[in-house]
């Protein structure tokens, strides 16, 4: 009973020594600590967070001052760090009024931050608080601040919707009025006479304010669908200047090709100008055709009834095609030796034709002795073959086939 009592009394030590120390970090986990010195802590609080990228990774474990400077103590997680050397730490605040918290930035730096190393004062700084910028106004504009809050105070009544809608287009809204605001302030004198400017267009817009909400509100419901596909639109956006681009070299591609068809539509021009006298003598033409044609057709009917007997012709035909296609081909050896041999053939038909002219004449009975008897000399004068006269030995009979246009003059003895 005692050991249990004992044991109940030393959890509950070890309990309270956690609660007390548990602010300023668990026992046995590993911190990574850095100092930051600012020149104005903004009512930072111990134990304030610290964030990176609005994510929490660690707290401010304590705050010290010398000689106007102030050393803010970090105490970050372990999977912090090591955070950059350029990093740079800002104090801001949660909200209008109330807790701050320190945001660190880290840098680009390929050197790192080591435990314990100081962020120094030239990489950090402090935002301006509400209450610090309400004490820089006088009395009077005071006032006037406390009755413009009072105005929009019951402006923003019962419009809840409407005030959302409008959060959600502040930031782009701010960046433009940003960038107006340094317009304005590049131009020296341009933001002092701004306020009378916008005070008076203010009261001339006064009774009218009305019917320009009313006004407004066709606008609005036109802009409401780009509202909210902003992302499809601002995707379009984003692809258009690409698209432009390939859009222009496309077109500049397609100049060759318009140059063609201005040349075409050019031509075409100076095609279609006799056009009308071409479409005239064909419609001349073709009313002239009528009698012609009508006589075709008869001649086309007529062939018509010749057309069977032609296929029975060419069908008995066809079978003799392949034979007399063989004989041709059979007998083109012999034409081709006529052919070589016709020179030898002529002088032999001429002499055929002048032994016939001894026999009877043309119906006059049979041929008789005289027309057969011939006396052939052997001796034979040399032949020409071109312009080269022919061997003795071969024109005299040794050779049984003389060559082509090769022959000898005949004599009697």
Same mark, same amino acid.
């Given at each position: 009973?005692? !050991? ?43 134990? #304030? ?14 705050? /010290? ?22 990093? %740079? ?23 790192? !931050? ?9 990489? %950090? ?36 919707? *409407? ?74 956006? *984003? ?20 140059? *063609? ?9 100076? @095609? ?20 012609? @044609? ?36 059979? #007998? ?21 034709? /002048? ?11 049979? @041929? ?21 006269? +022919?061997?003795? #030995?071969?024109? +005299? ?17």
């Amino acid at each position: 009973m005692y !050991l249990a009592a004992a044991a109940g009394i030393c959890a509950f030590c070890v309990l309270m020594f956690l609660a007390i120390t548990a602010q300023r970090g668990l026992p046995g986990r590993s911190y990574y600590d850095l100092t930051a010195q600012f020149r104005d802590a903004g009512n930072l609080g111990k134990f #304030s967070e610290v964030r990176i990228a609005g994510k929490r990774v660690g707290q401010v474990l304590s705050l /010290s001052s010398s000689r106007g400077i102030a050393s803010v103590r970090l105490q970050l997680f372990g999977n912090t760090g090591p955070l950059p050397a350029d990093s %740079t730490a800002r104090i801001r605040l949660k909200g209008l009024l109330g807790a701050k918290f320190v945001e660190l930035t880290p840098g680009s730096s390929h050197r790192t !931050l080591a435990d314990g190393a100081t962020i120094p004062v030239t990489r %950090t700084s402090t935002s301006t608080d509400l209450i610090a910028t309400l004490q820089t106004l006088d009395a009077p504009r005071r006032a006037d601040l406390q009755a413009t809050i009072r105005a929009l105070g019951a402006g923003f009544a019962a419009r809840g919707d *409407e005030l959302n809608q409008a959060l959600q287009a502040t930031p782009p809204t701010l960046r433009d009025t940003s960038a107006i605001a340094q317009a304005i302030a590049a131009r020296p004198g341009a933001a002092r006479r701004l306020a009378p400017s916008t005070l008076a267009a203010a009261r001339a817009i006064d009774p009218v304010r009305d019917d320009i909400a009313r006004g407004l509100a066709p606008g609005a419901r036109a802009l409401r669908p780009f509202a909210v596909g902003r992302r499809d639109v601002q995707a379009v956006l *984003e692809q258009a200047p690409p698209a432009l681009v390939a859009l222009r070299r496309g077109l500049a591609e397609t100049d060759p090709l318009l140059a *063609e068809t201005a040349g075409f539509a050019r031509a075409a021009v100076r @095609l279609t100008r006799p056009a009308p006298a071409a479409l005239r003598s064909t419609t001349a033409l073709l009313r002239a055709s009528q009698r012609p @044609l009508q006589t075709t057709r008869v001649l086309l009917r007529r062939l018509q009834a010749a057309v069977p007997p032609t296929l029975r012709l060419t069908r008995t035909i066809d079978p003799l095609i392949a034979p007399v296609n063989r004989s041709l081909h059979n #007998s083109m050896p012999g034409l081709r030796a006529f052919a070589a041999h016709r020179c030898d053939f002529l002088p032999m038909v001429r002499n055929w034709r /002048s032994m016939l002219a001894f026999g009877p004449a043309l119906g006059g009975g049979e @041929l008789g002795p005289p027309t057969m008897l011939r006396v052939v000399i052997d001796a034979v004068t040399p032949a020409l073959v071109g312009d080269t006269p +022919a061997k003795p #030995s071969a024109v +005299a009979g040794r050779n049984p086939y003389p060559q082509a246009c090769v022959w000898a003059k005949e004599r009697l003895r």
